[in-house]
């Protein structure tokens, strides 16, 4: 009985140690999903953002390409210009200055006069290509200062995506290892469960044996007491037959005139009262 109890003792004492260790996993475990939950929305608004960064990229190399293609088209432009021209620029230029001035300050014949505005006409329309190529050069610049630009945005763009997918990556291995804390919590939750279970079944099965041996105890300390109190009366019996024995003896010593011992005296008080005085 006492083993029995000390083995239930010492199984409550497992399950109150296990009882506390779930208490602390299921604790842990709601921390891990809330952690999940936190970790889950904030890569998947990474994610979301990534996406939106990446579709911004795509565009502005999209509009780049565009840009290269529209300064490739002008290039060409250029060069379809400049092949109608096999002369310098400067020179129309250095020209159109002279015969200008002369034009402007020398008295010329009807002749030189209409010559000279030929030679200004001809100078200015052959200047209107170089005109036409300026205007081609400025929208050039234009078109590659727009280039740099998206150029510039989808760099500042990738690099964005590149710092949005490592702060995503950092919640999603936060994410794994809450999955992996979780599924060993989960494990190791199954297990005492069980191991709970296995320690109950003990508990009842100690608990069982504890009221048979207990009653198995009971009927055998009344059985002990019962022979006990036939022995102390079969003690009993065997002194009353000797005192008896002893009284009788003693009577007959009186009727013969005897004189009794001191026993056979006391056996004839507990039997029969107090003799004579002259018994002794």
Do not use: C
């Not at 929305?41 to 990229?57: F, M, Q, V, W, Y």
């Not at 804390?181 to 320690?199: F, I, T, Y």
């Amino acid at each position: 009985m006492r083993n029995l109890q000390e083995q239930i003792d010492i199984n409550y004492q497992k399950l109150d140690r296990l009882r506390k260790r779930k208490s602390e996993i299921l604790t842990r475990l709601e921390e891990i999903r809330k952690s999940i939950e936190t970790n889950r929305a904030a890569r998947d608004e990474k994610n979301k953002l990534i996406a939106e960064k990446k579709a911004l990229r795509d565009r502005l190399h999209a509009e780049r390409a565009e840009i290269s293609e529209k300064i490739k088209e002008l290039l060409e432009k250029r060069r379809t210009i400049l092949s109608n021209v096999d002369y310098h620029e400067d020179e129309l230029m250095v020209q159109l200055k002279e015969i200008s001035w002369r034009y402007q300050t020398t008295t010329l014949s009807l002749d030189e006069d209409r010559r000279a505005v030929q030679k200004i006409s001809e100078l200015e329309r052959r200047l209107v290509y170089f005109k036409k190529v300026k205007d081609v050069d400025q929208e050039i610049g234009r078109k590659r200062a727009r280039f740099d630009d998206l150029r510039n945005q989808a760099n500042a763009t990738h690099n964005e995506v590149i710092a949005l997918a490592d702060e995503s990556k950092g919640y999603h291995e936060s994410l794994i290892k809450g999955y992996e804390e979780r599924s060993a919590l989960v494990s190791e939750l199954d297990a005492s469960r069980k191991v709970m279970q296995g320690l109950r079944e003990e508990i009842d099965k100690a608990k069982d044996e504890l009221f048979v041996a207990n009653a198995q105890f009971k009927v055998a300390k009344n059985q002990m007491e019962q022979q006990k109190a036939e022995q102390l009366a079969e003690q009993a019996k065997l002194i009353m037959s000797k005192k008896s024995e002893l009284a009788e003896k003693a009577n007959v010593k009186l009727k013969n005139g005897g004189r009794v011992t001191f026993e056979e005296f006391a056996a004839m008080v507990e039997t029969s009262g107090v003799p004579g005085s002259n018994a002794i």
